[in-house]
């Protein structure tokens, strides 16, 4: 298992997620993943609300942190979300369960919400083992 530096450095790459998002990763160890999200105009809609996108940005980043923690690369075969509210924070964080981890398929769960204790999105995610 990476430890929270590994992860770090190594989750540095994704360019898209932490450099132009923003995401930060709070935790990331065998008691589970958490990242957060302070959001700004740049992730507003036309409406002046979260963008979805955003949103599942840092649903799919703490996926990808928890189903590669063990070192086997693991990418997304499926994945939905479900939106609850619009945040009413200007921080989002994310938490992540796992249902199931098999030899090939593993199966999460990630809770997205606000600083303020609202729940914005419920997420499940399904990865595919691409190595071994």
Avoid: W
């Amino acid at each position: 298992m990476m430890t929270f530096d590994e992860v770090k450095k190594f989750f540095a790459n994704d360019i898209f997620a932490v450099d132009t998002t923003g995401i930060e990763i709070l935790q990331a160890d065998e008691n589970g993943v958490r990242c957060s999200l302070k959001t700004d105009k740049r992730h507003e809609n036309a409406t002046g609300h979260v963008m979805g996108g955003a949103i599942f940005t840092l649903a799919d980043f703490t996926f990808a942190i928890a189903s590669n923690l063990g070192g086997v690369p693991t990418v997304t075969l499926s994945s939905s979300i479900t939106y609850l509210s619009s945040p009413k924070g200007d921080t989002l964080f994310s938490e992540i369960k796992l249902l199931k981890d098999g030899r090939r398929a593993c199966f999460y769960e990630i809770s997205i919400t606000d600083n303020l204790g609202n729940k914005v999105a419920s997420v499940t995610s399904t990865g595919m083992r691409t190595g071994s």
